[in-house]
Nanobody, 122 residues
Framework: HVQLVESGGGSVQGEGSLTLSCVGS????????LGWLRQLPGKERETVAT???????RYANSVKGRFTIIRGKDHRSVTLQMADLKPDDTAMYYC?????????????????WGQGTQVTVS
């Protein structure tokens, strides 16, 4: 079965940086779309960044210019480099994968996601 394991969350002061990592296993789809989602306290989960099977990236407007998504060479791992962090970035961050064609913008359209890693910006 598909498993995604995130790491790298933590606490940081505003304008600081963090890098989140995700390692996937059990993924048989050749070039899946990988993404990072987040859920802010009291809000619905949102898609932060995605990288499609061709390496194309897309970002939520709120993180453009500050976050960078990078797919691993194995196409089964992905990192999220976060810079200039703001208190509004405080959330649980989830790695996600889509196991067929397309690279969704809606969190519900991903096939699987991990347990999440907490990011707190003060």
């Amino acid at each position: 079965h598909v498993q995604l394991v995130e790491s790298g969350g933590g606490s940081v002061q505003g304008e600081g940086s963090l890098t989140l990592s995700c390692v996937g296993s059990g993924i048989t789809y050749r070039d899946p779309c990988l993404g990072w989602l987040r859920q802010l306290p009291g809000k619905e989960r949102e898609t932060v960044a995605t990288v499609d099977g061709y390496g194309g990236t897309r970002y939520a407007n709120s993180v453009k210019g500050r976050f960078t998504i990078i797919r691993g060479k194995d196409h089964r791992s992905v990192t999220l480099q976060m810079a200039d962090l703001k208190p509004d970035d405080t959330a649980m961050y989830y790695c996600a994968v889509r196991l067929n064609s397309g690279c969704p913008t809606r969190p519900a359209d991903f096939s699987a996601w991990g347990q999440g890693t907490q990011v707190t910006v003060s």
